[in-house]
């Protein structure tokens, strides 16, 4: 086992990951807790809470400094992802090893910022599949050959997403 502690935001819980932190050392706020409870994933926070998921209140101190962060970027952040926040900078000023798992890309960008391990779940399902379509450059028109049919411009690849 190692010696992490998972600080677990809510789409943890909302995307069904959260089973994944059963043997593992885990924390959250209770701004979390409220945003599940009356969720269908309600059930997964209880399994979580009995394996020993740690319901935790940052000091103050925590939240003005993540405020202070906040400030020097344009990152939208809600309560409860600065309470996450937070928790995390709490346990890394206890020299514990913490590593916020979200899904959420504003607390991926400040876990950047002030240099907390982050790790994403797995979106199954909407993983992006990129394919290459050869376009005319003047036109845009979709083409075979190399040059289009209609202008004689050269054709330039691009991505695009398949669905
Ligand atoms: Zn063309």
């Not at 970027?73 to 995390?88: H, P, Q």
């Not at 890394?92 to 959420?104: G, H, N, T």
């Amino acid at each position: 086992m190692d010696d992490n502690i998972y600080v677990l935001d809510a789409t943890v819980f909302l995307e069904g990951g959260a089973q994944k932190f059963q043997d593992l050392a885990k924390a959250t706020v209770y701004e979390v807790l409220e945003e599940v409870k009356n969720n269908q994933s309600a059930i997964e926070l209880d399994r979580l809470i009995r394996t020993g998921l740690a319901i935790i209140e940052p000091e103050n101190e925590f939240f003005e400094e993540i405020k202070k962060f906040q400030k020097t970027t344009n990152d939208k952040l809600s309560n409860t992802d600065m309470k996450v926040l937070s928790l995390a900078l709490k346990f890394k000023r206890q020299k514990k090893k913490p590593i916020i798992v979200s899904d959420d890309y504003a607390i991926q960008n400040m876990c950047k910022l002030i240099d907390i391990n982050y790790m994403t779940l797995s979106k199954k399902g909407i993983t992006k599949k990129y394919a290459w379509v050869k376009k005319c450059k003047n036109c845009g028109r979709k083409i075979k050959g190399d040059v289009c049919d209609v202008c004689g411009d050269e054709g330039k690849y691009r991505p695009y997403i398949r669905n």
